[in-house]
């Protein structure tokens, strides 16, 4: 009886192999493909248009809008440039891409994040946040939007580790870059 049960286990075994097998080679739907359609090549990357309002007025929980000059074209030329790193999609100019990308910066915001004994900021928290539209120009149809994208980073203002905010804020950008580039050749 046991020697006949242990041969059925092991006939079963056999049969199941091919099965196990064929899983473990076609993995679980997961690819290492960019989930853009075929014939999307080249983007365009349009200026980042500034959109911070500087003249709102602070409330309880908000503070002052912060602007630094020349943001919307640095996130321009960081988005430009996280496209050719990639190489999944080629930078063109509007009239030869098979795509566009279109964004309005919305907020730059430093918080506060610690402080030392005296209530003096030791670390900040910067975040970018922007508006996306991505475009079809072949179709001329919008595949996708994306509102208050953020892009973030945090350093520290004093101690061995402090840095400057603006070597912070190109990190922040470049995250932001990142983000973007993930959104827009992913289809998640």
């Not at 097998?21 to 853009?36: E, K, N, V």
């Not at 640095?74 to 098979?98: H, K, M, S, W």
Request: aromatic share 10%; net charge positive.
């Amino acid at each position: 009886m046991l020697r006949r049960q242990t041969a059925n286990t092991l006939r079963s075994s056999f049969l199941l192999l091919p099965s196990i097998f064929y899983l473990l080679i076609s993995g679980c739907g997961y690819t290492t493909r960019p989930g853009l359609a075929s014939h999307l090549k080249t983007i365009y990357v349009k200026p980042f248009v500034n959109k911070i309002d500087l003249t709102v007025l602070p409330t309880n929980q908000q503070q002052f809008p912060i602007y630094r000059h020349g943001m919307e074209v640095d996130l321009t030329n960081e988005v430009i440039n996280r496209y050719q790193f990639t190489g999944l999609l080629r930078p063109a100019r509007a009239e030869r891409a098979d795509c566009r990308l279109e964004g309005e910066l919305l907020e730059f915001r430093r918080d506060p994040l610690r402080f030392d004994a005296s209530q003096q900021v030791e670390e900040w928290r910067l975040n970018i946040v922007v508006n996306l539209r991505f475009i079809d120009q072949t179709t001329n149809t919008v595949l996708w939007e994306e509102s208050r994208l953020t892009g973030d980073t945090t350093y520290f203002a004093t101690g061995a580790n402090a840095e400057s905010e603006t070597s912070a804020l190109s990190r922040a950008r470049t995250d932001l870059a990142r983000r973007i580039v993930e959104r827009s050749v992913e289809s998640w």
